[in-house]
């Protein structure tokens, strides 16, 4: 079984990595790979900066994101192979499981309330949206209070204030 878990760096998207370790651990033979997509710099961002130091500066952040998932592959010492690509997440994590075979694709998401996946929408689901191979989506961590309540009741209180004074 070949896998693909896309990671950026958070602590939600090495669920996908534990899901691997957990099925290596007992005895399914997975090859895993690894993989994190840095997104293009808007062209206007991207001219006042040099090909070489915008190369530097994904490998970097590729770096740093990739290095929890291979740390904990190799602290379990399951067979991985770590990938870096360029472009829009979910269109290069639907590309790179093609072009690798794979025969799932793990996703370790944070759960985030209704009106903030409307403003921005998932990865998942863009990955979903553009593959046939499966998806496995593991949803980690909870909402805050905050974030579920506090910001949706601030934004209708601002609005009943700016209807109520025209």
């Not at 090495?14 to 840095?38: E, F, K, P, S, T």
């Not at 997440?89 to 639907?94: D, G, H, K, T, Y």
């Not at 998932?122 to 989506?137: E, F, L, N």
Request: proline content about 5%; hydrophobic content about 50%.
């Amino acid at each position: 079984m070949k896998l693909l878990i896309p990671v950026d760096g958070s602590q939600a998207a090495l669920a996908g990595v534990h899901h691997a370790i957990g099925l290596h651990r007992a005895g399914v033979d997975v090859d895993i790979v690894v993989v994190h997509v840095q997104p293009r710099l808007h062209r206007h961002i991207a001219r006042f900066s040099s090909r070489s130091a915008r190369a530097a500066l994904r490998a970097e952040r590729s770096a740093a994101a990739l290095a929890p998932a291979i740390e904990l592959l190799c602290q379990s010492k399951t067979p991985f192979v770590a990938l870096t690509d360029l472009g829009s997440p979910a269109e290069r994590i639907a590309a790179v499981a093609r072009r690798e075979a794979v025969d799932e694709i793990v996703m370790g998401v944070g759960r985030h309330p209704q009106w903030l996946r409307w403003l921005n929408p998932s990865i998942a689901q863009g990955v979903m949206a553009r593959t046939d191979i499966p998806v496995t989506v593991l949803a980690r961590g909870e909402v805050g209070a905050l974030s579920r309540y506090g910001v949706p009741a601030g934004i209708v209180g601002i609005a009943a204030v700016l209807w109520a004074v025209e």
